[in-house]
């Protein structure tokens, strides 16, 4: 009398719309050199939240999220400097005062970094070759430690980048700052493409490239998608890319500059993400400014390097304990050296070598 009807299983279990499920890593994940700056801008336009969804995904897929780069970085040398860049106290075109800092780059290995970084504010190394071979002893000296060593000294010739990875330099910083239209707003002793040609001399003689920018100069939405465009578009990543938040400095141009707000700093690390996923994002300058959930947020974003430590070059740095502390409370642990597998494959032999030498007793002394 009655016909009976199929049975539809209906499914009554709702998933919480916070669950993420996570992403499977991709057997041949691909990285791109050919954006268009249309496509970085519609990335940065994303809804916030949508695109730190989207940034922590391929950070998940391309980098164990739960590793940090820790790297300290020092003066070797300060003040003097010819270049007029607007930002930075070092230049002797403007009135501030300065401070050498001593290397220290035991204290800071045994202090859980791995990387040491050495700064020198000078324009290029023209005339001066006995400070040059002083810094190729130091990289020498660090390099003996276990180190990776990265130096930040101006414009390079290929010869002198040849030389300095013969000493063991793992990377070296040479920053574009901001994009190619804004570049000439804020430094016009150096050219953009000055600043490229030491990168090209630099990645040429096998030496890891690190180069980032600087928020909060006066740039437009724009300009920081340029940047992310222009480096993404190298022929390799940077392997690290620097985000840096300007610290107004009495007595230099942007003194007076209002501080670049968090959500554009997140922006920027999450878009720099997705465009490089393989690259080190370094929250660097202006980091100690940052809540301690601010500073949560761009790791969920996708950075993964932090400089860590008494001082930058002429701006605070958050302490080693309180970072140790920071850590600790969000289950990250520290990069070993060499960890990363671009820096590890350019190093080569050079690590077996070290591994079977004994360490280097000395730490690095300073220079006057």
């Not at 202090?111 to 020498?140: H, P, Q, Y």
């Not at 570049?183 to 030496?207: K, M, N």
Request: charged content about 25%; glycine content about 6%.
């Amino acid at each position: 009398m009655f016909r009976s009807l199929p049975t539809r299983h209906i499914q009554l279990a709702r998933t919480l719309a916070t669950y993420a499920v996570p992403p499977t890593r991709s057997t041949n994940p691909i990285t791109r050199h050919n954006w268009k700056k249309e496509e970085i801008q519609e990335i940065y336009d994303t809804p916030l939240l949508e695109l730190v969804f989207r940034s922590a995904s391929v950070h998940r897929e391309h980098n164990d999220p739960s590793k940090v780069q820790l790297c300290t970085l020092m003066n070797i040398k300060t003040g003097g400097c010819s270049e007029d860049c607007s930002y930075c106290s070092q230049s002797s075109r403007y009135s501030t005062p300065t401070k050498a800092s001593r290397l220290a780059a035991r204290k800071a290995k045994e202090n859980g970094s791995t990387r040491f970084c050495m700064g020198a504010a000078w324009r290029d190394l023209a005339g001066r070759k006995r400070g040059f071979e002083r810094i190729l002893e130091m990289v020498r000296e660090v390099r003996g430690m276990g180190m990776e060593v990265c130096t930040t000294l101006g414009m390079l010739s290929p010869d002198q980048a040849r030389q300095l990875k013969e000493a063991g330099l793992t990377a070296y910083n040479h920053n574009l700052d901001t994009s190619r239209e804004f570049y000439p707003q804020v430094i016009t002793t150096r050219s953009f493409d000055e600043r490229l040609d030491t990168i090209t001399a630099v990645r040429d003689a096998g030496i890891s490239v690190c180069s980032g920018g600087i928020l909060g100069l006066g740039e437009s939405d724009s300009d920081r998608v340029g940047l992310i465009n222009e480096v993404a578009n190298m022929p390799e990543h940077p392997e690290s890319f620097p985000v840096n938040a300007l610290v107004p400095i009495p007595g230099t141009p942007l003194e007076g500059n209002d501080p670049v707000s968090v959500h554009i700093l997140i922006r920027t690390i999450a878009t720099a993400r997705i465009a490089m996923p393989k690259t080190i994002i370094r929250l660097a300058a202006g980091r100690n400014t940052l809540s301690e959930t601010d500073q949560a947020m761009c790791f969920m974003a996708g950075a993964n390097a932090v400089f860590t430590g008494e001082q930058m070059l002429t701006t605070p740095c958050s302490p080693w304990d309180e970072d140790k502390a920071m850590m600790g409370r969000w289950g990250l642990d520290g990069m070993r050296s060499f960890e990363q597998v671009s820096v590890a494959k350019k190093e080569g032999t050079r690590l077996q070598q070290l591994e079977q030498s004994p360490p280097v007793k000395s730490a690095a002394a300073a220079t006057s």
